[in-house]
């Protein structure tokens, strides 16, 4: 019996992580620094990426500030497996510029590349376009697939 109530105390005070990618609003809304507004921003925000692959993207949350983040960020985990990523072979045009790292400019060079050239052989094919240096190729590596 006393093992088990050093046992409980012992883990009692181990925070809770939440799952950044599956995490609900009222989840968010309990986490001490976020409100209803900071809960809908990052739920909004991780839709439109197709979820998160880097804590550090919440920096990218509209009106996210770092001290809001520095209190918030080692409250979450993230599980890359719910990261939607995005066929660029099958892809068409108007979907992919839906994407904040893709948007209009970007999505249109892929899609005129792809049908000048084929479909992608390789990820890194998206290097010869001049829209994407090495710090773009970095940023979309996690949303899309060539399968």
Known sequence: MLFRSV?????????TLYQINS???????SINGIGD????QIIKYRDQ??????????L?????TEDIYLKIKDKFVIDKDHVKKM??????LEELAQHP???????????????????????????QIKLVDEEKYNKIINYISIQ
């Open 7 to 15: 046992s409980q105390s012992r883990y009692h005070d181990v925070p």
């Open 23 to 29: 995490i609900t609003h009222e989840e968010l809304i």
């Open 37 to 40: 507004f900071y809960a809908n």
């Open 49 to 58: 990426l197709g979820g998160y692959y880097s804590i550090e993207q919440l």
């Open 60 to 64: 990218e949350v509209w009106k996210m």
């Open 87 to 92: 066929n660029l072979n099958e892809i068409a």
């Open 101 to 127: 790292y893709f948007r209009w400019n970007l999505a249109q060079v892929i899609i005129k590349y792809r049908t000048q050239h084929g479909n992608f052989q390789l990820l890194e094919q998206l290097k």
